[in-house]
């Protein structure tokens, strides 16, 4: 990847970051989060079910020490009656009980919620990146991709797993301690509350100066990754022109600024953190002098004031929690903001709604017969090239057309087309009369099977390669179609056969080895419609003679358009279209054009000189 790239990275991240808390708001960020909290409902219900009766169990304990301190010591301190105390120190031990019963259940149910949503999330993002256009992918590099996938995903699952609960169970805390101390005694309760206001003020300050170093460190992480990339990505030229010591000199340089922002980063939370806890320790001693006033003016009793004191600790210990999570809430609602906004792109060649059937392959063996191919006035470009003004093309079931053309003509666009990587702008593509919009993706793969120069291979043994074309096939179908295309001898003689393994993308085949594994492929695969873009291009003569003689075989009844610069491949074909600038120019059997002196007469003699 380029540096400009990790830049542009660096760039978009750190802006969408800058929104915090409030990209959590986003209208799509919360269409995607209810969109998979959905189907959880009773699972969130159950959860939020489990927290509040934690909250609850913890709110009665102090209340509970409180009425023990009123109501169960005087009786034993006078009468020696000890049953009232035994009461409600019964009554708190089961309110404990019950506290660490439901905290655990709920942690436990809060890390499941998160796991089947992380889960359901990567699926749909991973199915969701491999159906969006090539052109989609030609811009959004495959670092981001990577981002999108790992760090931004782990950044929502962090949330699950150790902020959602501190989140819920705070902002619970505040809501349920408050309300009890307003049933308790309500002056006491409003010069808690006025503790507030500090706080409140301390946490926009928080806010606003965690964000920005928040910024800061991810901008300063991602050019020290820049650095890192260039740097080994050329390693080679780095050594051959002894750049290490300059390379040595930014990067101690982009490191130190990274590590500058996180000591930032720390020094913030240094004075928000203490900032919480001095307020509570404030509001703590004027709760003691004002209620402890208040309890010699027989106002209210000591226990309420103790449940006060215990009320203090758990309402604004929570607020500190929250603030140790604030990174990691805003970067999981960065991070959920980018997802949806990826997720809602949109594919290139969607799903039919309503999907109409093709009719059924007629002909004495299924297996072998064609469809036909119509290209009804279909104008198609890429983003700012028009490359199809206007094309109207028909192929009968059966035959074979070979394409050509000069370079940049259109052929492989045609391919594409026909294959469905895109859609048309106008017009349609008509397989056996129905429109490639209205077949399912599952059925077009079967009916039309594309192979081009590029063929790309799978981790995995050649057979199993070659069994991508139809997944059911058993070890001699894939042997006899490996034989078929003239694949068999080079198989047979690579250690392992059709075990062996290929290695990462074929790597451990030469180019045109692979280039016959992808044919055995389509050989398998049984298509009505065989596109060939180059395919044998990287053959050698004999080799390609091979697999010429094969094609005949394959070719038999079946529908084919084969694209070719040499012109060899060509003669099998019934018929050939030339084409140029997007348009059909010449139309005809091999040999009559040749005979004529147009377009493709001109091809074949440049072609044939070329031989000489
Ligand atoms: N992914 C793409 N994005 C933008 N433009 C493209 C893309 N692919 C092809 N083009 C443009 O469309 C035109 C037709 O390209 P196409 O690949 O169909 O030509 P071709 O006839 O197959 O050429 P060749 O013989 O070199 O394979 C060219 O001008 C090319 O620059
Ligand atoms: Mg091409």
């Given amino acids: 990847m380029t540096s400009g790239a990790w830049r542009g990275i660096a760039a978009e991240d750190a802006d969408e970051v800058t929104g915090s808390l409030a990209a ?30 934690a909250n609850l169990a913890a709110l009665a304990g102090p209340w509970l020490v409180g009425v023990a301190i009123d109501r169960g010591i005087p009786p034993l301190l006078h009468g020696g009656d000890l049953v009232p105390l035994a009461l409600y120190v019964a009554g708190f031990a089961a309110a ?24 359901e999330l990567r699926q749909r993002l991973f199915l969701h990146f491999q159906r969006l256009p090539v052109s989609f992918h030609e811009h959004y590099t495959s670092g981001r991709v990577i981002s999108r996938q790992v760090s931004d995903i782990d950044s929502i699952s962090d949330l699950f797993d150790d902020g959602l609960d501190a989140l819920v169970s705070a902002a619970l805390s505040l809501i349920l301690v408050g309300a009890g101390m307003l049933l308790l005694d309500w002056p006491l309760a409003l010069v808690v509350l006025a ?35 260039e740097t080994f990505g050329g390693i080679r030229a780095v050594q051959a022109f002894r750049r290490e010591q300059r390379n040595e000199e930014i990067f101690g340089s982009l490191n130190g600024s990274y590590a500058a922002a996180s000591l930032r980063s720390s020094r913030v939370l240094a004075v928000y953190a203490p900032g919480i806890t001095l307020v509570g320790n404030v509001a703590t001693g004027v709760v003691l002098c004002y209620g402890g006033l208040r309890v010699i003016d027989g106002d209210i009793k000591v226990g309420v004031l ?45 799903e039919p709604a309503r999907p109409v059937p093709l009719p059924p392959r007629h002909g004495p063996s299924a297996q072998l017969e064609g469809r036909e191919v119509r290209f009804e006035a279909v104008r198609f470009g890429y983003r700012d090239t028009a490359v199809l003004p206007g094309l109207d093309l028909t192929i009968p079931a059966g035959q074979t057309v070979a394409l050509v053309g000069a370079t940049g003509a259109g052929k492989t666009t045609v391919a594409r087309l026909l294959a469905r990587f895109y859609d048309p702008g106008q017009g349609r593509v008509r397989l056996d009369g129905v429109d490639l919009r209205d077949v399912p993706d ?7 099977v594309l192979v081009t120069q590029e063929n790309f291979l799978f981790t995995g043994s050649v057979a199993d390669n070659i069994r991508l074309g139809r997944p059911d096939a058993t070890q001699a179908e894939v042997e006899a179609a490996a034989r078929a295309i003239g694949a068999g001898t080079f198989i047979s003689a690579l250690p392992g056969g059709y075990q ?52 005949r075989t394959i070719l038999a009844g079946r529908t084919a358009m084969i694209i070719a610069h040499r012109l060899s491949t060509v003669e099998i074909a019934d018929r050939v279209l030339v084409l140029s600038g ?31």
């Fill in 442 to 448: 599952q059925v077009l793969r079967q009916e039309v």
């Fill in 500 to 551: 062996a393994d290929v290695g990462k993308r074929g790597g451990r085949l030469s180019a045109g080895q692979r280039q016959l594994v992808a044919f055995a492929r389509a050989f398998l695969a049984a298509p009505a419609v065989l596109v060939l873009d180059e395919a044998t291009s990287l053959l050698d003569i004999p080799s390609e003679q091979l697999v010429q003689g094969a094609l």
């Fill in 306 to 350: 103790a449940t006060f004191l215990l009320y203090l600790g758990r309402f604004f210990d929570p607020l500190q929690d929250l603030s140790q999570f604030y990174n990691s809430f805003q970067s999981a609602a960065a991070s959920l903001e980018k997802l949806s906004g990826v997720l809602e792109e949109p594919p290139a060649v969607p």
């Fill in 96 to 119: 404990v009980a019950v506290q660490a019963v439901a905290s655990r259940a709920f942690i436990y149910s809060m890390g499941k919620l998160g796991e089947t949503v992380v889960l």
């Fill in 195 to 229: 503790g507030f206001v500090p706080l409140a003020w301390l946490t926009i300050w928080f806010r606003r100066e965690s964000a920005a170093a928040y910024r800061r460190t991810r901008e300063t992480i991602a050019q020290v990754i820049v650095h890192f990339v």
């Fill in 24 to 53: 959590l708001l986003r209208r799509r960020a919360r269409r995607l989060l209810f969109s998979l909290l959905r189907p959880q409902q009773a699972r969130v219900t159950g959860t939020f079910v489990l927290i509040v009766t």
């Fill in 582 to 612: 997007g348009r059909v120019v010449e139309d005809g059997p091999p040999a009559r054009l040749l005979a004529s002196d147009g377009e493709y007469s001109a091809l074949h003699a440049d072609w044939r000189d070329s031989l000489a």
